[in-house]
């Protein structure tokens, strides 16, 4: 717990003394600038004690300002080093701001964002770590970040809760501070000495090569009369294949893709669009090998290429439907929590590492963007051709080898 005294400082060539305030915190002293001074009138003769009532009333007022700032802390106090205290009880007009209000307005108002639950999920763990409703933003200190990661433990959570939380600190500090008029409401930026830890790669691990053969192997599930069941499961082995063959086309894309010419599906990828100069473009060939699966899922009327869009509202109940059936696919062919993404960072890998295929061509079938292309590279135009080439060289390799 901090604690406060004062100290009188030696005396300056003009005769007078500075107060300084004495912050004690975690066996630590730090001393606090004040605008007030006194001289030897103010002091006792013997002792050096300040004997002038207001100036002691002064003091007063101060080391009470910063207890009363303190209190607020309660326990988390405990959480910041001196310097933060330190800069917590000298800040002026410091207007407390709840982060949980803050972090529950940031999800209400942005639940179209894509991963918004996410953000829920976060703000459930952090309240759950707290155990209480309200977190003043000053209390998100360095330690308070680690301590909350060695709660998370090492898994997925660290990088996505943490990583929302870093997000809405930094976009609530754009809104309440206004640096052009001097209010600056949120003056700490915790997050700039601490590292949200990065998800571990092989959390979003391609499969295998003898796995996704299995995936696409896997008999349906059936009724007692040998038809094939309408299910989570026979959707999401029916659609991770069409992704797959689709060169990773997401659950979203799969959902929304509404060209269909000459066989070639063309869309533009959702989740790259908005970022990019060709809005993501990506043709598509629709292969021999996936002909029968693309007309089981064809959508008749024309208005989309496929039918999902008549079987569930929007397309996160599809992709909540689509990842339900893979956890069941995932726990016959012995993968935990496999997801829908699994198919696109399949293909990559299948490309990449077991047919050599140019590292070039494969960013452009993924629809990434290499930092290195020259201005002059960005306004050629692409070449789908050689990407669905190289698409049915992955897809013949993976077909080749089942049943062998």
């Not at 135009?381 to 060289?393: L, M, P």
Request: hydrophobic share 35%.
């Amino acid at each position: 717990m901090a604690t406060f005294t004062f100290e009188v400082q030696k005396e300056r060539k003009d005769g007078t003394r500075n107060i300084k305030i004495l912050l004690t915190h975690q066996r630590k002293l730090k001393r606090l600038s004040t605008s007030i001074y006194v001289t030897k009138a103010d002091l006792t003769t013997r002792s050096g004690k300040i004997k002038n009532q207001e100036i002691l009333d002064q003091i007063g007022d101060i080391i009470k300002e910063y207890r009363n700032k303190c209190n607020k802390l309660s326990l988390s106090i405990d959480a910041m080093d001196i310097d933060e205290v330190a800069d917590y009880v000298t800040k002026k007009n410091i207007t407390r701001i709840d982060f949980i209000k803050v972090f529950r307005d940031y999800i209400n108002s942005h639940q179209d964002k894509k991963g918004i639950k996410n953000y829920s999920a976060a703000l459930s763990s952090l309240v759950k770590f707290i155990q209480r409703e309200v977190l003043g933003i000053e209390e998100i200190t360095v330690k308070f970040l680690q301590d909350y990661e060695k709660f998370l433990g090492k898994g997925r959570a660290a990088s996505l809760y943490l990583g929302s939380m870093r997000h809405v600190y930094n976009d609530a500090k754009l809104i309440y501070n206004d640096e052009e008029r001097g209010v600056i409401l949120i003056p700490y930026s915790p997050f700039s000495r601490y590292k949200v830890p990065q998800q571990n790669v092989a959390e979003k691990r391609a499969l295998d090569v003898d796995i996704i053969r299995r995936i696409i192997e896997l008999p349906y599930d059936e009724t007692s009369r040998s038809r094939e069941k309408v299910n989570r499961f026979n959707l999401a082995k029916d659609c991770f294949i069409l992704s797959f063959c689709l060169i990773g086309m997401n659950s979203a894309d799969l959902y929304s893709c509404n060209i269909l010419e000459n066989r070639i599906i063309k869309y533009n990828r959702t989740k790259t669009k908005d970022r990019r100069r060709d809005k993501a473009e990506m043709h598509v060939k629709v292969v021999e090998r996936i002909e029968n699966l693309f007309r089981k899922y064809q959508d008749a009327t024309g208005k989309k290429v496929f039918r999902f869009h008549r079987l569930y509202a929007d397309e996160k109940t599809f992709n909540a439907a689509l990842n339900k059936g893979l956890k069941k696919i995932g726990k016959v062919v012995g993968i935990d929590n496999l997801e829908f993404y699994a198919a696109r960072h399949s293909w990559a890998t299948i490309a990449r590492n077991d047919l050599s295929l140019d590292k070039n061509i494969i960013n452009e079938a993924l629809n990434h963007v290499d930092k290195n292309l020259s201005v002059t590279d960005l306004y050629i135009k692409k070449s789908f051709s050689a990407i669905n080439e190289a698409n049915e060289k992955v897809i013949d390799y993976i077909f080749k080898g089942i049943g062998k």
